[in-house]
C-alpha cells in the first residue's frame, strides 16, 4: 500500500533594510515593501483570520494573549495572498513569505525559491518607483546584534501520535541537522562563548526545551497547536530552531530528512538513536565546532558526533524506506543524506557545493587570508549578512551562484513557474486556482478556507482537508466554470 | 527525482577523473578539488570586492532588526 502523502510548508521572515536613512521604521518599510507586489491576482484579497490560534497549545492549554484580527483596512495592508497558493504578509516587523501546502521535499525548494523571487520582484518595484535602490532584503535569522527572526518548518503528523514520543525523538535530530543545513555565522550572539565562526544562526537563541511561544526563551520544540486542518486527525508540526538557507540542496536536506524522521516517528520504528543528556548545551556546542567532534554529551555518560547521531537516524530511515517505498524526491534525499555525511566526516568542509555554512566559511575564509584580515574584522561581518541578499547583483551566494561554484536543484524557469503556478496535489490548487480565474471576485482566502462574492453576498467555501482541492479531485470544478456563482452551486450541488 | 546539477561543470570534474588513475582516490580527489576551488575563490576575490557595499561595513554596523518568531 502506497504511503500516506507528506504535508509540509515553511515560512520564512525576511530582514529588511532601507537605503533611505530617513526610512528606518521596520513595520512601515515591511507594508510598504509588501505593497509593491507585482501581479497580485486579487490585490484587495483579505486573509481569512477566523481559522488562526496561535495561543493553545500541544497539551490543550490556551495562553493568555489577543487573537489577531486586524480591520480590514489593515488586513489588505498586510497581506498579500499570492495566486502560487502561497502567502506573502507583514508579520511583526518583517515581511514574511509561506509557500503553499506541498507533499515533496524538492517541491518545497522550488516555492520557497519561488518566495525569494516574489519578494526581489517586490523589491525592484520598490526600486523602480524611487528611482534609486531602495530596499535590501535577506533571508538570513539574524542581525548579528542578539535579534533574531525565524524560519519554521511545518510538518502535518497525525494527532493520535504522542506528543510526548515526539519531543523525546525528535530533539536529537533537531539539534544535530545544523551539521548540513546550518547556514554559518561570523561571530556569536547572546553571550555565548566567542567563536569566530559558527554553524548555526539560531543556535544563539535557543534557551527552553519545549514551550508554546516563539519570542523569547525559544524552543527547540514548539507547542503551538493550530493545524489549519481538523484538529481531531492532525497537528502541524511547528517546527522554529532551524536556519533559512540559500542553498538549494542545503533546504532539499532540511525539510527532507525533518518529514521522514516524522514519519518513522509516527510509526514508533526510531531505533538505535543515541540518548542526548543535554540538547540546549549540544545545540551550542555543535554550533560552535567547526570540526564536528564528539560534543554531544550522552545519558549515562560518553559523548558523540552529530555525525553519529544523524547516521542513526538515517539508518532508521533507510531502514524504514526498505519496507515503505517512498514518493517523489525522498529516495533521494536519503541518498543524498547519506553522501552528505560521508563528505562531512571525511572532511567537514568539503561539501563546499551544497552546505551553506560550508560555502560561506571558505569564501569568507580565503578572502580574510588573502586580505590579510582577522575573523573578528567588520568585513567578515559584512560578508555575512551579504551572503544572504536577495538581489541576485549584490548576494553573493547570488554571486557564487552564477560563477558555477554552488550546486541547485530547481532551475530558474521553473522557480519562475512556481511564482505563478499553485502545486496541484494539495489544497494549495484549489486556493491558486480561485485566485488565477476569479481575482478580484476573491475576498479572502485562508489556509483552511476561500470567501467568495458571488451574486449578492460572501461565500465561505472551508478547505479544512489539505489533500482535497487538489488537481486530481478539484479540475472538474473549474471546467467552463463561468464564474464565482456558478463553482458555488458546483460545490452545493455535491462536487 | 531531485533535478540534477543545473551549472556547468567546474574545472575540477575534469581534474578529478585524471587524478584519480594516478593516486590513492579519496584523498587526491579531495585535495585536487581544494585546490581548484582555491582557485575559484581566488578569481572571486575581485569580484566580491565590486559587490560589497561601499559602506559595507557602516551598513551593516547600522543593520539592525526587531527580533521575530
Known sequence: ?495 | MAQKKTTKPTPSKEAEKESQAEAPPEKSTVTEKGKELAEDLDKLMDEIDDVLEKNAEEFVKNYVQKGGE
Not at chain 1, 515526539?166 to 550572539?189: H, M, N, S, Y
Not at chain 1, 514508533?268 to 540538547?279: E, I, Q
Open chain 1, 1 to 495: 500500500m502506497p504511503l500516506r502523502p507528506f504535508l509540509m510548508g515553511s515560512e520564512t521572515e525576511f530582514g529588511i533594510g532601507c537605503l533611505d536613512p530617513r526610512e528606518q521604521n521596520h513595520i512601515t518599510n515591511s507594508l510598504r515593501l509588501v505593497g509593491f507586489c507585482p501581479d497580485l491576482p486579487a490585490p484587495d484579497c483579505l486573509w481569512d483570520y477566523d481559522g488562526e490560534n496561535p495561543l493553545l497549545d500541544l497539551f490543550g492549554h490556551t495562553a493568555e494573549g489577543e487573537r489577531e484580527d486586524p480591520d480590514p483596512y489593515a488586513n489588505r495592508a498586510l497581506n498579500k495572498p499570492q495566486v502560487n497558493g502561497g502567502r506573502l504578509y507583514v508579520d511583526g516587523a518583517h515581511p514574511e513569505y509561506c509557500t503553499p501546502e506541498v507533499t515533496d521535499p524538492l517541491d518545497l525548494v522550488r516555492y520557497e525559491a519561488a518566495g525569494e523571487r516574489i519578494l526581489d520582484a517586490s523589491r525592484q518595484m520598490a526600486e523602480r518607483a524611487s528611482g534609486r535602490p531602495h530596499f535590501v532584503l535577506y533571508k538570513n535569522n539574524s542581525d548579528g546584534k542578539g535579534n533574531s527572526y525565524g524560519y519554521h518548518e511545518n510538518v502535518l503528523v497525525p494527532r493520535a501520535v504522542p506528543v510526548e514520543r515526539l519531543v523525546r525523538d525528535l530533539i536529537p535530530f533537531l539539534v544535530t541537522r545544523q551539521i548540513f543545513c546550518g547556514a554559518g555565522k561570523v561571530g556569536v550572539e547572546n553571550g555565548r562563548p566567542a567563536v569566530p565562526f559558527q554553524i548555526s544562526q539560531r543556535a544563539d537563541f535557543f534557551e527552553s526545551l519545549v514551550e508554546l511561544n516563539t519570542m523569547v526563551r525559544r524552543p527547540l520544540f514548539n507547542t503551538r497547536d493550530e493545524p489549519h486542518a481538523d484538529p481531531a486527525d492532525w497537528m502541524r508540526l511547528h517546527v522554529i530552531p532551524a536556519d533559512a538557507n540559500m542553498s538549494q540542496v542545503s533546504t532539499f536536506l532540511k525539510v527532507g530528512t525533518l518529514a521522514l524522521v516524522l514519519r518513522v516517528i509516527e510509526d514508533d520504528a526510531l531505533s538505535g538513536v543515541p540518548r542526548v543528556a543535554a540538547p540546549l548545551d549540544a545545540f551550542g556546542a555543535i554550533s560552535r565546532d567547526l570540526t564536528l567532534g564528539p560534543t554531544v554529551a550522552l545519558e549515562g555518560g560518553g559523548r558523540a558526533t552529530p555525525i553519529d547521531v544523524q547516521r542513526a537516524y538515517l539508518e532508521s530511515v533507510k531502514a524504514y524506506a526498505g519496507n515503505h517505498p517512498l514518493p517523489g524526491a525522498f529516495p533521494e534525499v536519503v541518498r543524498r543524506w547519506e553522501q552528505i555525511l560521508d563528505a562531512l566526516q571525511a572532511d567537514p568542509l568539503s561539501p563546499e557545493r551544497e552546505v551553506d555554512w560550508v560555502i560561506k566559511y571558505r569564501m569568507i575564509d580565503t578572502y580574510l587570508q588573502h586580505k590579510g584580515l582577522p575573523w573578528d574584522s567588520p568585513r567578515a561581518k559584512a560578508m555575512d549578512l551579504q551572503y544572504h541578499d536577495l538581489n541576485p547583483a549584490k548576494g553573493l551566494y547570488h554571486t557564487l551562484n552564477a560563477r558555477g561554484m554552488v550546486e541547485t536543484l530547481v532551475p530558474p524557469a521553473e522557480v519562475e513557474r512556481a511564482a505563478r503556478e499553485a502545486p496541484e496535489d494539495t489544497r494549495a490548487w484549489f486556493r491558486g486556482q480561485c485566485l488565477a480565474r476569479f481575482g478580484k471576485a476573491v475576498y479572502g482566502v485562508s489556509w483552511s478556507s476561500v470567501l467568495l462574492t458571488a451574486g449578492s453576498g460572501i461565500r465561505r467555501i472551508p478547505t479544512l482537508n489539505p489533500f482535497k482541492g487538489t488537481r486530481a479531485i478539484a479540475a472538474p470544478l473549474f471546467d467552463g466554470c463561468a464564474g464565482t456563482e456558478d463553482l458555488v452551486d458546483r460545490l452545493e450541488a455535491g462536487g
